[in-house]
T-cell receptor, first 111, second 116 residues
Framework: SQQGEEDPQALSIQEGENATMNCSYK?????LQWYRQNSGRGLVHLIL?????REKHSGRLRVTLDTSKKSSSLLITASRAADTASYFC???????????FGKGTLLTVNP | ETGVTQTPRHLVMGMTNKKSLKCEQH?????MYWYKQSAKKPLELMFV???????ENNSVPSRFSPECPNSSHLFLHLHTLQPEDSALYLC???????????????FGPGTRLTVL
């Protein structure tokens, strides 16, 4: 069954604005990852947050994790047109190698 | 680029054709994966190989046949496909457990498959 569920399904903002995407999951996790996918391309790993971490930063990205609510959020600050892509959260990995992805949030950043 | 290449990038085939997708990783990883991505659906894991051994077959129809001759190469052999098999097929790889970044997967650009 699907583990990660992103919200919203689609988000359209203006360049310079911040974009926030959310992910909810169902079972306990060791870590949670966020990936980006440009249209028709492969996924690119953005950031991984471990279950004992509450917040992590990487450049313009900020990820939070609330294990009590089984949710995570991805914030992209000062968005650019090049940030236009689909964003996926994924859980799993480790010794069983299996990652489970959600359906993704399609972010459109208008110039 | 992530060091994972896939060929061809686009493929159109008839239902009676036989074709193969190829994936190659130059990252020294031990695990390789095939995923199927259809419109409006989550990414579906198809197969997992760890050190050339298949460790996962996610109830994939037998018309998809994977092959992993070594840790760097992965193939997906296709035969008598159906139009609903049209999708983006993504290959990925990941480092061995216990190494840095082991939970992260590195994806190729995908093969856009159209079955007529």
């Amino acid at each position: 069954s699907q583990q990660g569920e992103e919200d919203p399904q689609a988000l359209s903002i203006q360049e310079g604005e911040n974009a926030t995407m959310n992910c909810s999951y169902k079972t306990s996790i060791n870590n949670l990852q966020w990936y980006r996918q440009n249209s028709g391309r492969g996924l690119v790993h953005l950031i991984l947050i471990r279950s004992n971490e509450r917040e992590k930063h990487s450049g313009r990205l900020r990820v939070t994790l609330d294990t009590s609510k089984k949710s995570s959020s991805l914030l992209i600050t000062a968005s650019r047109a090049a940030d236009t892509a689909s964003y996926f959260c994924a859980t799993g990995g480790g010794s069983n190698y299996k990652l489970t992805f959600g359906k993704g949030t399609l972010l459109t950043v208008n110039p | 680029e992530t060091g994972v290449t896939q060929t061809p990038r686009h493929l159109v085939m008839g239902m009676t054709n036989k074709k193969s997708l190829k994936c190659e990783q130059h990252l020294g990883h031990n695990a390789m994966y095939w995923y199927k991505q259809s419109a409006k659906k989550p990414l579906e894991l198809m197969f997992v190989y760890n050190f050339k051994e298949q460790t996962e077959n996610n109830s994939v129809p037998s018309r998809f046949s994977p092959e992993c001759p070594n840790s760097s190469h992965l193939f997906l052999h296709l035969h008598t496909l159906q139009p609903e098999d049209s999708a983006l097929y993504l290959c990925a790889s990941s480092p061995p457990p216990g190494t840095s970044g082991t939970d992260t997967q590195y994806f190729g650009p995908g093969t856009r498959l159209t079955v007529l």
